[in-house]
């Protein structure tokens, strides 16, 4: 798995994870597909995305998922 530090939030951290080689966290997070996007709060998944999406698009799931998104 890699982190990405791409972020301008402290809050915020992006990892990429190879399903091939990381069998376990594929299966203990049940991804069918890729991409898939999975968002964790507190060490919970809160949200799920399957398939490509605009800048935009990540901006507004994160405004639902999070309560208290910093992202503008």
Request: charged share 25%; net charge positive; aromatic share 10%.
């Amino acid at each position: 798995m890699t982190k990405y530090n791409t972020s301008k939030q402290d809050n915020v951290e992006i990892y990429k994870l190879n399903i091939q080689e990381q069998e376990l966290l594929t299966a203990q997070y049940q991804i069918k597909g890729v991409p898939t996007l999975i968002y964790l709060e507190n060490g919970k998944i809160v949200g799920k995305q399957l398939g490509v999406r605009s800048v935009e698009q990540l901006k507004n799931y994160e405004k639902e998922y999070f309560s208290n998104s910093s992202v503008k």
